[in-house]
């Protein structure tokens, strides 16, 4: 019995070493993974944020967006306005130069028409004297 005793007890200091070894290992690899843990969290937060600030940038430019296609809209409202405009005054102005060249050509058929009729009282004086 003494020999089973003097056995057991290297046997069971052995054992427990092992478990020893075998429990420092596991606390190891628990600290290892609540680290690598704690890291993918703090990541996870810096993302969220980060998506975060994004998405107010996104609703931040979509505004902004959405002024400058009204600033837009305006602007060509205007624009086509102006346009218009100058086609009527461009319709108005040809109106008005076709009148100028019929007043002209009516003003150089009346100076003819005077001076023929100068000529002709020109040679109606000098035939009665």
Do not use: W
């Amino acid at each position: 019995m003494e020999g089973i005793k003097n056995r057991a007890v290297p046997i069971l200091g052995i054992m427990s070493l092992i478990f020893f070894l075998i429990a420092m290992r596991s606390c190891g690899d628990a600290y290892k993974y609540g680290k690598a843990k704690d890291k993918e969290t703090a990541a996870r937060f810096e993302l969220e944020d980060k998506m975060n600030k994004l998405l107010q940038e996104k609703t931040t430019n979509d505004n902004k967006l959405k002024g400058l296609n009204d600033e837009l809209n305006t602007e060509k409202a205007a624009h086509e306005n102006t346009k218009k405009a100058l086609q009527q005054e461009q319709l108005i102005n040809q109106s008005l130069k076709d009148d100028l060249d019929k007043v002209t050509k009516l003003k150089e058929k009346l100076e003819e028409e005077l001076k023929d009729a100068l000529a002709a009282a020109k040679s109606a004086k000098s035939k009665m004297r």
